[in-house]
């Protein structure tokens, strides 16, 4: 069906930058939203950073001004750039597309990758 695959994740020092890739293939129409999360152990899952096919972006008050995520709206693929790396930030972290419709008329449905793994060293 729908697949999603992250890329992009490893170790950085602190105050150094990572870019994330997922890509979404299977039978996609169109995506409502796109959103990078993040779990860090013995946390619940945040929304770190969103973006509505209207081009509204949302992002977490603790990743303002550090963080960018970007879409290809044709390619069903989102981007998370992450600068200025906190110790903080160190979680695995997980691409969802949400809303994923196969045709104009169908219903959405809600995938998740699989998760990579960010780890900021101090």
């Known amino acids: 069906q729908v697949q999603l695959v992250e890329s992009g994740g490893g170790l950085v020092q602190a105050g150094g930058s990572l870019r994330l890739s997922c890509a979404a293939s299977?039978?996609?129409?169109?995506?409502?939203?796109m959103a990078w999360y993040r779990q860090a152990p013995g946390e619940q899952r945040e929304l770190v950073a969103q973006k509505l096919r209207s081009g509204i972006t949302n992002y977490a008050d603790s990743v303002k001004g550090r963080f960018t995520i970007s879409r290809d709206y044709a390619k069903h693929t989102v981007d998370l750039q992450m600068n200025s790396l906190k110790p903080e930030d160190t979680a695995v972290y997980y691409c969802?597309?949400?809303?994923?419709?196969?045709?104009?008329?169908?219903?959405?449905?809600?995938?998740w990758g699989q998760g990579t793994q960010v780890t900021v060293s101090s």
């Open positions: 299977g039978s996609i129409f169109r995506i409502r939203a």
């Open positions: 969802k597309a949400d809303g994923v419709a196969y045709s104009a008329s169908s219903g959405g449905y809600d995938y």
